[in-house]
């Protein structure tokens, strides 16, 4: 390297250094998602519901495309030897070619290439997994038993008709796609809900402006009968604030809450608060929250009467007990 370049390297690590953490972290996952584009988020295996050692996956894209490797999917089908060429070898026989068709073919021709060494999930020493899109080895099999029925295929590809029809008796293709997600360990309905969540948080703390207001101090502090102390708050506040203004915050019974406190925890530094983490819509949440329940404080003659109202708009909130 000569002095020119050395002097630029050391360069460009002084400002990377000089960077935020939550700065820095944002431009490595911009950097690794341009490199790898796709990620299995979960894994599974074929081994219970069908006897085969196969593993599955479920991506990190938008439609949490359910995968099988193309090694799996030779596996899936029986057929020996070759490893990862396998599925393209076979493709390319005359007869079985002209079974598939063109749509087929070239899906074939075009595998999902995915990062897969996450916790549990494997990957060759490339680092990336070859893999197809689940449902596509039911329309394999479908078109391999439709050929077989007309006598398309050849005598010696029997054993792999039959496979065949194991798999699609096994599953239809919806089903294979739900069993992915089983198999992986994914939630479709439970991550989706933690995606729309996710709107409400943001990696980076914003700068602090103060969003609880007095007014709602001061009426915890006379329907609670709290003494005030000479710098900070009582330590009800905090549970107060998580109960009555987090937890309920977009209805998502605390999980726009966790989502923040777990940015904060990554990304943030000693003194930021949990409101900081959220985004300019979990902010306008947040203020909507605090207003609401400084009304109902408002309007509540002592702490019995507020927690009733609490537990009727809150939905499922209980009492706190402080001794």
């Known amino acids: 390297m000569s002095k020119k370049d050395e002097s630029k390297a050391k360069g ?19 950097a690794a998602t341009a490199r790898w584009g796709l ?4 894994k599974g295996n074929f081994q219970e519901h069908f006897g085969i050692d196969v593993d599955c996956y479920v991506l990190n894209d938008a439609a949490k495309t359910p995968v099988i490797s193309r090694r799996g999917m030779a596996a899936a089908l029986g057929l020996t030897g070759n490893g990862g060429t396998a ?6 026989g005359k007869f079985v070619a002209a079974a598939l068709g063109l749509e087929i073919l070239q899906k074939v021709d075009k595998p999902l290439i995915f990062k897969g060494d996450i916790p549990g999930v494997n990957a060759p020493p490339m680092g990336g997994v070859y ?65 729309a969540y996710k709107m409400y948080v943001r990696e980076e703390a914003r700068e602090y402006e103060r969003e609880f207001t007095p007014e ?72 909507t929250q605090i207003g609401k329940i400084t009304g109902i404080a408002t ?21 706190l007990d402080f001794g």
Not at 39 to 42: D, G, L, P, S, V
Not at 231 to 249: A, Q, S
């Open 131 to 195: 893999g197809y899109e689940v449902g596509l080895l039911i329309d394999i099999c479908k078109a391999l038993v439709l050929a077989n029925t007309r006598g398309e295929l050849l005598k010696s590809q029997a054993r792999i008709v039959a496979q065949a029809q194991i798999i699609l008796a096994a599953s239809a293709k919806a089903g294979i796609e739900g069993l992915v997600y089983a198999l992986a360990g994914y939630d479709r309905t439970k991550e989706e809900v933690i995606e």
């Open 39 to 42: 990620k299995a988020t979960h």
């Open 299 to 319: 309007v509540s003659d002592n702490r019995e009467q507020y927690e009733k109202f609490i537990a009727e708009k809150i939905h499922g909130q209980a009492s």
């Open 216 to 287: 709602l101090y001061e009426q915890w502090y006379r329907l609670y009968g709290l003494v005030k102390p000479e710098r900070g708050r009582p330590w009800e506040f905090k549970y107060l604030t998580i109960d009555h203004i987090y937890k309920p915050l977009a209805r998502s019974q605390g999980k726009v809450f966790n989502l923040a406190k777990s940015s904060k925890q990554a990304n943030g530094e000693k003194g930021d608060k949990v409101h900081m983490f959220l985004s300019e819509i979990g902010v306008k949440a947040l203020r």
């Open 87 to 92: 599925i393209p070898r076979f493709v390319s």
């Open 12 to 30: 460009g690590k002084a400002r990377a250094e000089a960077l935020p953490k939550a700065k820095r972290s944002a431009i490595a996952k911009k």
